[in-house]
């Protein structure tokens, strides 16, 4: 299912399952794997779409497409969010579904991967319109999701909110069961410091990473592109660790500061406006030229693909540190390497959100709330633990740190499928 031709030589127009794929097929050539191990990693477990037909506020009925694939299960339940975006088709809810599965291996969490989607755009619906579309979804996926089968999570376009009704609608159907989802409000069984802990552990990788390159966090210049739930807690985390936030940016523009973003003032501020770009403590700048600006650590917190090969060359920052999903073309990734910049991959640095995720599902396991303080700690010895394997695995190997982290999860998932005798 879901077969991706091989591609040998990267470009920008790679789809993002290709780009996964192209990713994952470094790491196979680089253990060996055989033929039928390959075919099984590099293809999707299972794929359900469905419909969902949802009655809008003026009576029309509109039918959207969803999606949940589950990837792989060897280790653990699949685990992953669910994206409410126009772009959310079958080939981009894949990409997601297998990068969790490789994330969820290398940050150690006894999880499988998957990820889930509906092709829409929830910003055009009101939020009784986003009610009945979550409600419905669920309903058409509840045969494959379960507490010790399939876990989701929120992702881009979704909330402890859009959560807190998928738990509810399960409910209906099985019963109370709040350990279905992740990400959910702190009152229905969230863990504490769940909705930072993507942020907050984007950080305490890019401080280990910054320490194992000789960059002192403290003091250092931070572009941040991207001020949503990721870019926000990083830049807010990274200020305490007394860095210094030069940029900022959101789907409007960015606002630039050489001596740092007065970032309680930039809040204030947003409380007002649509965008960082209009701040009135900066000088605006486009999300091209944060991009490539002369910084210590840059950090992509938006989109996908937005370092590519006609901006590759332009990166002026010491390390790039990939707190979104694939926001380098692999051809990019190519340009970055030949060029000696430091690029911390998504799949360990933004694994913090999954983490936490993975806390939360414990405690509703276990019916037993965990302090704030329990679950910082407890992200922290993970993210540290798999930074220092990926920069060990790396220098051993004498690889980037993509391809040290991809053959670790690639490595852990081979090993429990194989004896499980799956393949
Ligand atoms: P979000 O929707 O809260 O924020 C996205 C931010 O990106 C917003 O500021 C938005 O204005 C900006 N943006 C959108 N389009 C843009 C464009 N074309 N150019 C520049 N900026 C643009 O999303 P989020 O939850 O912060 O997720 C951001 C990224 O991190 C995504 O790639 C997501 O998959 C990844 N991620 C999120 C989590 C999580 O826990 N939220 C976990 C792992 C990975």
Request: charged share 25%.
């Amino acid at each position: 299912m879901g077969t991706a031709a091989r591609i040998e030589h990267p470009t920008d127009e790679m789809s993002p399952f290709e780009a996964a794929t192209y990713f994952f097929h470094g790491a196979a050539d680089r253990l060996g794997l055989h033929d039928d191990m390959r075919e099984v990693l590099a293809t999707s477990y299972r794929e359900l779409a469905v419909q969902v037909p949802v009655r809008m506020d003026d009576g029309r009925m509109n039918i959207y497409r969803g999606f949940r694939i589950q990837h792989n299960g060897a280790r653990g339940p699949y685990k992953g969010g669910i994206r409410f975006h126009q772009s959310a088709d079958l080939d981009e809810v894949r990409a997601l579904a297998a990068l969790m599965t490789w994330k969820n291996a290398l940050i150690d969490v006894p999880f499988g991967g998957a990820k889930g989607g509906v092709q829409c755009e929830p910003g055009l619906l009101s939020l009784t319109e986003q009610e009945r579309l979550t409600r419905r979804f669920t309903e058409m996926i509840s045969y494959v999701i379960g507490v010790n089968r399939d876990i989701p999570a929120p992702d881009m376009g979704t909330n402890a909110q859009t959560m807190a009704w998928m738990m509810d609608a399960y409910g209906k159907k099985y019963g109370y069961t709040p350990g279905i989802v992740t990400g959910k409000p702190v009152e229905l069984g969230g863990s504490p410091g769940r909705e930072e802990a993507t942020g907050r552990g984007v950080i305490m990788c890019t401080a280990r990473a910054a320490a194992r390159k000789g960059i002192d966090l403290e003091g250092a210049s931070v572009a941040i592109q991207g001020f949503g739930n990721v870019g926000f807690w990083a830049a807010a985390i990274a200020a305490e660790h007394g860095a210094r936030v030069v940029a900022v940016s959101d789907v409007g523009g960015g606002t630039y500061a050489p001596k740092g973003i007065g970032l309680d003032d930039l809040a204030t501020h947003m409380t007002e406006s649509i965008s960082v770009n209009d701040y009135p403590g900066g000088e605006a700048l486009s999300n091209e030229e944060l991009l490539e600006l002369d910084c210590d650590i840059l950090i992509p917190a938006a989109i996908e693909g937005v370092i590519h090969t006609k901006n590759a060359d332009a990166i002026r920052a010491k390390m790039v540190v990939e707190a979104a999903n694939g926001p380098t073309t692999p051809a990019a990734d190519k340009i970055l390497e030949d060029r000696g910049v430091t690029v911390v991959p998504d799949i360990l640095c933004n694994s913090g959100g999954v983490t936490v995720s993975y806390f939360e599902w414990v405690q509703n396991i276990q019916q037993f709330r965990w302090e704030l303080d329990q679950v910082n700690k407890q992200l922290e010895k993970r993210m540290e633990a798999a930074t220092d394997a990926v920069f060990s695995r790396a220098q051993s190997e004498s690889t980037s740190l993509r391809s040290a982290a991809f053959d670790i999860a690639v490595e852990r998932v081979a090993h429990a499928a194989e004896i499980r005798g799956y393949v």
